[in-house]
Protein backbone atom coordinates (compact mmCIF):
# COMPACT_ATOMS: atom_id res chain seq x y z
CA UNK A 1 0.00 0.00 0.00
CA UNK A 2 1.07 3.30 -1.04
CA UNK A 3 0.39 6.05 1.95
CA UNK A 4 1.21 9.98 2.01
CA UNK A 5 1.75 12.08 5.10
CA UNK A 6 -2.37 13.19 4.99
CA UNK A 7 -2.91 9.70 5.29
CA UNK A 8 -4.57 8.77 8.93
CA UNK A 9 -2.98 6.62 11.35
CA UNK A 10 -3.55 3.33 12.12
CA UNK A 11 -6.21 3.34 14.19
CA UNK A 12 -7.31 6.69 13.96
CA UNK A 13 -11.34 7.32 13.91
CA UNK A 14 -13.65 9.61 11.74
CA UNK A 15 -16.67 11.13 11.37
CA UNK A 16 -19.47 9.56 9.33
CA UNK A 17 -23.43 10.50 9.46
CA UNK A 18 -26.02 7.31 8.81
CA UNK A 19 -29.64 8.46 7.88
CA UNK A 20 -31.84 6.61 10.58
CA UNK A 21 -35.11 7.88 9.12
CA UNK A 22 -37.72 10.55 10.89
CA UNK A 23 -35.85 13.47 9.55
CA UNK A 24 -32.94 12.61 11.34
CA UNK A 25 -29.16 12.60 10.51
CA UNK A 26 -26.60 10.78 13.29
CA UNK A 27 -22.79 11.63 13.34
CA UNK A 28 -21.08 8.43 14.59
CA UNK A 29 -17.14 7.27 14.68
CA UNK A 30 -16.28 4.92 12.86
CA UNK A 31 -12.85 3.50 12.36
CA UNK A 32 -11.28 4.86 9.05
CA UNK A 33 -10.98 2.19 6.63
CA UNK A 34 -7.79 0.52 5.46
CA UNK A 35 -7.88 0.12 1.29
CA UNK A 36 -7.53 -3.53 0.09
CA UNK A 37 -6.82 -4.69 -3.26
CA UNK A 38 -8.09 -2.87 -5.81
CA UNK A 39 -9.18 0.10 -3.48
CA UNK A 40 -8.19 3.18 -2.28
CA UNK A 41 -8.70 5.54 0.70
CA UNK A 42 -9.99 9.23 -0.54
CA UNK A 43 -10.08 11.81 1.65
CA UNK A 44 -13.54 13.67 1.11
CA UNK A 45 -13.81 17.24 0.45
CA UNK A 46 -17.10 17.90 -0.76
CA UNK A 47 -20.39 15.66 -0.70
CA UNK A 48 -23.63 16.39 -2.28
CA UNK A 49 -26.94 15.76 -0.65
CA UNK A 50 -28.97 14.38 -3.66
CA UNK A 51 -33.04 14.72 -4.10
CA UNK A 52 -32.93 10.65 -3.74
CA UNK A 53 -31.11 10.81 -0.51
CA UNK A 54 -34.51 12.21 1.20
CA UNK A 55 -36.72 10.64 -0.91
CA UNK A 56 -35.41 6.91 -0.21
CA UNK A 57 -33.42 7.19 3.45
CA UNK A 58 -33.94 10.73 5.02
CA UNK A 59 -37.61 10.99 5.73
CA UNK A 60 -38.11 7.29 5.81
CA UNK A 61 -36.07 4.19 4.28
CA UNK A 62 -38.75 3.49 1.62
CA UNK A 63 -36.29 2.20 -1.07
CA UNK A 64 -35.91 -1.41 -3.00
CA UNK A 65 -33.59 -3.04 -4.26
CA UNK A 66 -30.72 -0.91 -5.59
CA UNK A 67 -31.97 2.19 -3.18
CA UNK A 68 -32.88 -0.26 -0.75
CA UNK A 69 -30.43 1.85 2.24
CA UNK A 70 -28.63 -0.74 5.04
CA UNK A 71 -27.98 1.76 7.38
CA UNK A 72 -24.66 2.72 6.15
CA UNK A 73 -22.54 6.19 5.58
CA UNK A 74 -24.53 8.01 3.64
CA UNK A 75 -23.81 9.91 0.41
CA UNK A 76 -23.61 8.97 -3.03
CA UNK A 77 -21.81 12.21 -4.26
CA UNK A 78 -18.25 12.53 -3.37
CA UNK A 79 -14.89 14.50 -4.73
CA UNK A 80 -12.21 14.43 -2.65
CA UNK A 81 -8.49 13.37 -2.57
CA UNK A 82 -6.41 9.86 -2.97
CA UNK A 83 -4.72 9.66 0.74
CA UNK A 84 -3.97 6.00 1.19
CA UNK A 85 -3.57 3.27 -2.39
CA UNK A 86 -4.08 -0.83 -2.13
CA UNK A 87 -2.39 -3.24 -4.46
CA UNK A 88 -3.27 -3.29 -8.04
CA UNK A 89 -4.99 0.14 -8.28
CA UNK A 90 -3.18 0.92 -11.66
CA UNK A 91 -2.09 4.54 -12.45
CA UNK A 92 -3.91 6.07 -9.44
CA UNK A 93 -1.67 7.48 -6.94
CA UNK A 94 -1.68 9.63 -3.47
CA UNK A 95 -3.00 13.09 -4.04
CA UNK A 96 -4.86 12.54 -6.87
CA UNK A 97 -8.08 14.48 -7.11
CA UNK A 98 -11.05 12.57 -8.06
CA UNK A 99 -14.84 12.10 -8.67
CA UNK A 100 -16.41 8.65 -7.19
CA UNK A 101 -18.87 7.21 -9.57
CA UNK A 102 -21.81 6.16 -7.08
CA UNK A 103 -22.02 2.37 -7.65
CA UNK A 104 -19.57 -0.61 -7.55
CA UNK A 105 -20.77 -3.27 -10.28
CA UNK A 106 -20.22 -6.79 -10.18
CA UNK A 107 -17.65 -5.53 -13.19
CA UNK A 108 -18.55 -8.39 -15.18
CA UNK A 109 -22.30 -8.26 -17.10
CA UNK A 110 -23.30 -6.74 -19.97
CA UNK A 111 -24.22 -3.49 -17.91
CA UNK A 112 -21.01 -3.14 -15.79
CA UNK A 113 -19.06 -3.89 -19.11
CA UNK A 114 -20.52 -1.23 -20.59
CA UNK A 115 -19.69 0.92 -17.24
CA UNK A 116 -23.00 1.32 -16.49
CA UNK A 117 -23.09 -0.33 -13.32
CA UNK A 118 -26.10 1.59 -12.14
CA UNK A 119 -28.28 -1.08 -14.23
CA UNK A 120 -25.82 -4.09 -13.00
CA UNK A 121 -28.52 -6.57 -10.81
CA UNK A 122 -25.58 -8.82 -9.22
CA UNK A 123 -25.97 -8.98 -5.49
CA UNK A 124 -22.59 -7.66 -6.05
CA UNK A 125 -24.02 -3.78 -7.01
CA UNK A 126 -23.32 -1.38 -4.25
CA UNK A 127 -23.96 1.73 -4.47
CA UNK A 128 -22.05 4.55 -1.92
CA UNK A 129 -24.40 5.87 0.54
CA UNK A 130 -26.91 3.05 0.17
CA UNK A 131 -25.35 -0.27 0.87
CA UNK A 132 -21.39 0.34 1.32
CA UNK A 133 -20.30 3.52 3.61
CA UNK A 134 -20.07 6.52 1.40
CA UNK A 135 -19.25 10.24 1.44
CA UNK A 136 -20.58 12.17 4.51
CA UNK A 137 -17.67 11.04 6.31
CA UNK A 138 -14.34 12.59 6.42
CA UNK A 139 -12.69 9.63 4.26
CA UNK A 140 -14.12 7.09 2.08
CA UNK A 141 -13.14 3.72 1.18
CA UNK A 142 -13.87 3.24 -2.89
CA UNK A 143 -13.04 0.74 -5.92
CA UNK A 144 -10.43 2.09 -8.37
CA UNK A 145 -13.07 1.21 -10.47
CA UNK A 146 -15.09 3.53 -9.60
CA UNK A 147 -13.13 6.92 -9.53
CA UNK A 148 -13.06 9.50 -12.00
CA UNK A 149 -9.73 12.11 -12.40
CA UNK A 150 -10.84 15.43 -11.41
CA UNK A 151 -9.73 18.39 -13.78
CA UNK A 152 -7.58 20.85 -11.85
CA UNK A 153 -10.11 23.47 -13.21
CA UNK A 154 -12.65 21.89 -11.77
CA UNK A 155 -13.46 22.36 -7.62
CA UNK A 156 -14.27 19.59 -5.52
CA UNK A 157 -17.98 20.59 -5.38
CA UNK A 158 -17.99 20.73 -9.43
CA UNK A 159 -16.64 17.09 -8.93
CA UNK A 160 -19.64 16.10 -6.35
CA UNK A 161 -21.87 17.75 -8.29
CA UNK A 162 -20.77 15.63 -11.34
CA UNK A 163 -20.63 12.31 -9.07
CA UNK A 164 -24.55 12.06 -9.76
CA UNK A 165 -26.52 14.93 -11.12
CA UNK A 166 -24.71 16.49 -13.82
CA UNK A 167 -23.75 13.39 -15.00
CA UNK A 168 -27.15 11.93 -15.21
CA UNK A 169 -28.31 15.20 -17.21
CA UNK A 170 -25.42 15.03 -19.46
CA UNK A 171 -26.39 11.61 -20.23
CA UNK A 172 -29.95 12.34 -21.27
CA UNK A 173 -28.50 15.20 -23.12
CA UNK A 174 -26.51 12.75 -25.09
CA UNK A 175 -29.28 10.08 -25.82
CA UNK A 176 -31.57 13.28 -27.13
CA UNK A 177 -28.18 14.05 -29.21
CA UNK A 178 -28.79 17.88 -28.22
CA UNK A 179 -27.27 20.37 -30.48
CA UNK A 180 -26.88 24.38 -31.30
CA UNK A 181 -29.54 23.25 -33.76
CA UNK A 182 -32.30 22.21 -31.37
CA UNK A 183 -34.94 24.25 -28.69
CA UNK A 184 -35.04 22.67 -25.60
CA UNK A 185 -37.18 22.95 -22.75
CA UNK A 186 -36.66 21.32 -19.14
CA UNK A 187 -39.75 20.76 -16.81
CA UNK A 188 -38.23 20.71 -12.85
CA UNK A 189 -35.71 23.09 -12.10
CA UNK A 190 -34.30 20.92 -8.84
CA UNK A 191 -30.38 20.18 -9.34
CA UNK A 192 -30.57 17.81 -12.42
CA UNK A 193 -33.02 20.14 -14.58
CA UNK A 194 -30.60 23.25 -13.46
CA UNK A 195 -27.64 20.95 -14.77
CA UNK A 196 -29.58 20.21 -17.84
CA UNK A 197 -30.53 23.76 -18.42
CA UNK A 198 -26.70 24.47 -17.98
CA UNK A 199 -24.98 21.86 -20.27
CA UNK A 200 -28.12 22.42 -22.81
CA UNK A 201 -27.43 26.09 -23.27
CA UNK A 202 -23.49 25.55 -23.34
CA UNK A 203 -23.84 23.28 -26.39
CA UNK A 204 -25.83 25.89 -28.57
CA UNK A 205 -29.51 24.84 -27.93
CA UNK A 206 -32.14 27.82 -26.85
CA UNK A 207 -32.86 26.89 -23.74
CA UNK A 208 -36.50 27.38 -21.58
CA UNK A 209 -36.89 26.04 -18.14
CA UNK A 210 -40.19 25.84 -15.83
CA UNK A 211 -40.78 25.17 -12.26
CA UNK A 212 -43.50 26.25 -9.67
CA UNK A 213 -39.89 27.53 -7.61
CA UNK A 214 -39.19 31.12 -8.93
CA UNK A 215 -36.01 31.16 -7.28
CA UNK A 216 -35.41 28.04 -9.46
CA UNK A 217 -36.00 29.72 -12.63
CA UNK A 218 -34.13 32.78 -11.82
CA UNK A 219 -31.09 30.31 -11.35
CA UNK A 220 -32.05 28.73 -14.74
CA UNK A 221 -31.61 31.78 -16.25
CA UNK A 222 -28.26 32.84 -14.78
CA UNK A 223 -27.16 29.24 -15.79
CA UNK A 224 -27.88 30.09 -19.72
CA UNK A 225 -31.93 29.54 -19.74
CA UNK A 226 -33.82 31.96 -21.66
CA UNK A 227 -36.56 34.10 -19.32
CA UNK A 228 -40.44 34.01 -21.34
CA UNK A 229 -42.38 31.04 -19.87
CA UNK A 230 -43.84 30.59 -16.18
CA UNK A 231 -45.96 27.74 -14.80
CA UNK A 232 -49.17 29.42 -15.89
CA UNK A 233 -52.10 28.35 -17.41
CA UNK A 234 -50.56 29.87 -20.51
CA UNK A 235 -47.26 28.01 -20.36
CA UNK A 236 -47.51 25.77 -23.34
CA UNK A 237 -49.29 29.08 -25.72
CA UNK A 238 -46.03 30.69 -24.23
CA UNK A 239 -43.94 28.63 -25.51
CA UNK A 240 -45.64 27.84 -28.26
CA UNK A 241 -45.24 31.54 -29.23
CA UNK A 242 -41.84 31.93 -28.74
CA UNK A 243 -40.92 28.68 -31.03
CA UNK A 244 -42.21 30.08 -34.02
CA UNK A 245 -45.73 28.01 -33.01
CA UNK A 246 -43.80 24.95 -33.64
CA UNK A 247 -42.89 23.49 -30.00
CA UNK A 248 -39.51 22.50 -29.14
CA UNK A 249 -37.43 20.36 -30.44
CA UNK A 250 -36.48 18.69 -27.35
CA UNK A 251 -38.41 18.61 -24.18
CA UNK A 252 -36.57 16.99 -20.73
CA UNK A 253 -39.04 16.00 -17.79
CA UNK A 254 -36.81 16.58 -14.45
CA UNK A 255 -39.87 17.00 -12.57
CA UNK A 256 -40.93 13.46 -12.35
CA UNK A 257 -44.32 14.91 -12.12
CA UNK A 258 -47.30 13.70 -14.47
CA UNK A 259 -47.91 17.30 -15.25
CA UNK A 260 -44.20 17.63 -16.33
CA UNK A 261 -43.88 14.46 -18.12
CA UNK A 262 -47.61 15.60 -19.80
CA UNK A 263 -46.26 18.89 -20.74
CA UNK A 264 -43.15 17.65 -22.36
CA UNK A 265 -44.99 15.90 -24.66
CA UNK A 266 -47.43 18.03 -25.14
CA UNK A 267 -44.70 20.95 -25.73
CA UNK A 268 -42.54 19.16 -27.99
CA UNK A 269 -42.51 19.45 -32.10
CA UNK A 270 -43.18 17.30 -34.73
CA UNK A 271 -40.68 15.24 -34.47
CA UNK A 272 -38.84 16.00 -31.39
CA UNK A 273 -37.51 13.91 -28.89
CA UNK A 274 -38.37 13.74 -25.60
CA UNK A 275 -36.50 12.36 -22.32
CA UNK A 276 -37.86 11.30 -19.12
CA UNK A 277 -34.80 11.79 -16.69
CA UNK A 278 -37.20 12.09 -13.10
CA UNK A 279 -38.21 9.70 -11.77
CA UNK A 280 -41.12 8.11 -9.43
CA UNK A 281 -44.67 9.08 -10.64
CA UNK A 282 -46.91 7.97 -13.48
CA UNK A 283 -48.09 9.99 -16.17
CA UNK A 284 -51.31 9.18 -18.34
CA UNK A 285 -51.90 10.16 -22.34
CA UNK A 286 -53.36 9.48 -25.67
CA UNK A 287 -50.69 7.80 -27.43
CA UNK A 288 -52.31 8.99 -30.57
CA UNK A 289 -52.34 13.06 -30.38
CA UNK A 290 -49.29 12.63 -28.36
CA UNK A 291 -46.67 10.35 -29.50
CA UNK A 292 -47.52 8.50 -32.59
CA UNK A 293 -49.25 11.09 -34.61
CA UNK A 294 -46.43 13.89 -33.60
CA UNK A 295 -43.64 11.46 -34.76
CA UNK A 296 -42.13 12.05 -31.35
CA UNK A 297 -39.25 9.67 -30.22
CA UNK A 298 -39.59 8.91 -26.26
CA UNK A 299 -36.25 8.21 -24.34
CA UNK A 300 -35.91 6.99 -20.89
CA UNK A 301 -32.44 7.73 -19.55
CA UNK A 302 -31.54 6.40 -15.86
CA UNK A 303 -27.99 8.10 -14.56
CA UNK A 304 -24.96 7.35 -16.47
CA UNK A 305 -22.13 5.10 -16.98
CA UNK A 306 -18.48 5.94 -15.82
CA UNK A 307 -17.55 6.87 -19.33
CA UNK A 308 -20.46 9.73 -19.60
CA UNK A 309 -19.14 10.76 -16.25
CA UNK A 310 -15.46 10.65 -17.79
CA UNK A 311 -17.10 12.89 -20.59
CA UNK A 312 -19.16 15.00 -18.77
CA UNK A 313 -15.86 16.24 -16.71
CA UNK A 314 -13.92 16.39 -20.24
CA UNK A 315 -16.94 18.64 -21.33
CA UNK A 316 -16.87 20.89 -18.44
CA UNK A 317 -13.15 21.57 -18.82
CA UNK A 318 -13.00 22.84 -21.68
CA UNK A 319 -15.73 24.72 -21.23
CA UNK A 320 -14.63 26.12 -18.19
CA UNK A 321 -18.15 25.49 -16.67
CA UNK A 322 -18.98 25.16 -12.95
CA UNK A 323 -21.51 23.48 -12.08
CA UNK A 324 -20.89 24.29 -8.62
CA UNK A 325 -22.79 27.76 -9.58
CA UNK A 326 -26.05 25.75 -8.92
CA UNK A 327 -25.05 25.03 -4.87
CA UNK A 328 -27.08 27.57 -2.87
CA UNK A 329 -25.80 26.23 0.72
CA UNK A 330 -22.46 25.26 1.64
CA UNK A 331 -22.32 23.51 5.37
CA UNK A 332 -19.51 21.50 7.14
CA UNK A 333 -20.01 17.98 7.85
CA UNK A 334 -20.62 19.43 11.30
CA UNK A 335 -23.52 20.74 10.05
CA UNK A 336 -25.14 18.25 8.38
CA UNK A 337 -28.46 18.11 10.24
CA UNK A 338 -28.82 21.77 9.30
CA UNK A 339 -27.89 20.82 5.52
CA UNK A 340 -30.69 18.23 5.54
CA UNK A 341 -33.36 20.61 6.86
CA UNK A 342 -32.77 23.25 4.34
CA UNK A 343 -32.80 20.71 1.75
CA UNK A 344 -35.44 19.32 2.84
CA UNK A 345 -37.73 22.45 2.71
CA UNK A 346 -37.28 22.33 -1.13
CA UNK A 347 -36.22 25.73 -2.22
CA UNK A 348 -32.78 25.67 -2.42
CA UNK A 349 -30.43 24.93 -5.60
CA UNK A 350 -27.85 22.06 -4.73
CA UNK A 351 -26.78 21.49 -0.76
CA UNK A 352 -23.10 20.53 -0.38
CA UNK A 353 -21.14 19.51 2.49
CA UNK A 354 -17.76 20.03 2.44
CA UNK A 355 -14.84 18.82 4.97
CA UNK A 356 -12.28 21.45 4.89
ZN1 LIG B 1 -27.62 11.77 -6.39
ZN1 LIG C 1 -22.64 -6.06 -13.06
Redesign the pocket.
Known sequence: MTVDGNQPSLGATMRGVVLPGGDRTETRMFPVPKPATGQVLVKVKAS?I?G?DLKFIYHQHTGTGGSKYQGVIAG??PAGEIVAVGPGCGHWKVGDRVVVY?ISGCGQCSECRKGFYIGCTDERRKAYGWQRDGGHADYLLAEASTLLALPESLTYIDGAMVA??VATAYQGLSRAEVSGRDRVLVVGLGPVGLATAMLASASGAEVYGIDTVAARVALAQELGARPGIGPSATALSDLKRLTDGAGVEVAIDCSGSAAGRYFCLDAAATWGRVVFLGEGGTVSFEPSPMLIRKQLTLYGSWVGSVESMAKTLAFLDRLQLHPEAMVTHRFSLGEVDAAYQTFAAGSTGKVVLTMD
Open positions: GCSHEHCG
